[in-house]
């Protein structure tokens, strides 16, 4: 497990930008998994510029969804779908499930044969909610847990009553790739920024692997990449202050 800290969110967008580039020039044809929410969206506009004026290029690459809202059209302003039109224009395959699909359950399972079908994921990005959840595996998500249609939690509906326009618009249920299914990406990059971020950041890298926090399934993967600004960094004892803090001994300072 790698910590890479950087000042803030202005200095954490070009740098996962990077990231993401470099995966696809490493690897040309490589397949992602993205997130939505507002960690990725700075880095999400910086790969379209990057992409626009031909300084990265991700032609034959593809890119999976890791999760959607269920029980509504694609079209419904707050949908991962509707995320992706408008915030990452990159001319690759995009795929995402449907959510107005009949069958959320069997849709969601086929759309993670279908990441299987192109290889699996060679780098899945992933955010990580307040509450710990990773894509929409809220607390309560096992090790082992599958592609699935589960209830979201009133936290991360709130998270979303903007998009939507009111909290009453946000679905009652998601569907997501499940945590076996994002440990099994070749590598992972996990991005946090934000004060807010601070405590759900160090339960999952420092506290006891648990359901009760999704994110801390994580620890177990043999490659994966923290890129977190000081603020979502500030409560690991890494960075305590003290000689252990002095010393950072995990975290890179960029
Ligand atoms: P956020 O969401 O980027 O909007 O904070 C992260 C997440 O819930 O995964």
Redesign the pocket.
């Known amino acids: 497990m790698r910590i890479e800290v950087v000042a803030d969110e202005h200095a954490l967008a070009p740098r996962a930008a990077d990231l993401i580039c470099d995966a696809a020039l490493a690897k040309p044809d490589a397949v992602f998994g993205l997130?939505t929410?507002?960690?990725?969206l700075a880095a999400y506009a910086e790969i379209e510029r990057r992409v626009w004026g031909r300084r990265a290029d991700f032609s034959r690459a593809s890119a999976f969804a890791i999760d959607e809202f269920a029980g509504v059209p694609w079209s419904t302003p707050g949908t991962n779908s509707m995320f992706f039109r408008r915030h990452l224009r990159v001319p690759w395959p995009l795929h995402l499930p449907d959510p107005a699909a009949p069958d959320p359950e069997a849709e969601i399972r086929a759309f993670a044969g279908g990441v299987r079908a192109a290889g699996g994921f060679d780098l899945c990005v992933?955010?990580?909610?307040?509450n710990g959840?990773?894509?929409f595996n809220e607390p309560g998500s096992a090790r082992d847990s599958r592609a699935r249609l589960v209830s979201l939690t009133p936290e991360?509906r709130a998270?979303h009553a903007e998009a939507f326009g009111s909290l009453d618009a946000v679905p009652a249920r998601g569907m997501t790739l499940g945590v076996a299914d994002l440990l099994e990406a070749r590598a992972l990059l996990v991005l946090a920024q934000g004060d807010a971020?601070a405590a759900p950041v160090r339960d999952a890298l420092e506290g006891a692997m648990t359901a009760a926090v999704p994110a801390s399934w994580l620890q177990g993967h043999p490659d994966i990449l923290w890129l977190l600004d000081e603020a979502a960094a500030s409560r690991l004892d890494s960075r305590a202050p003290g000689p252990a803090g002095a010393a950072r001994p995990r975290a890179k300072k960029r």
């Open positions: 997130p929410g507002t960690t990725p992933l955010g990580i909610g307040v959840h990773i894509a991360s998270a971020k």
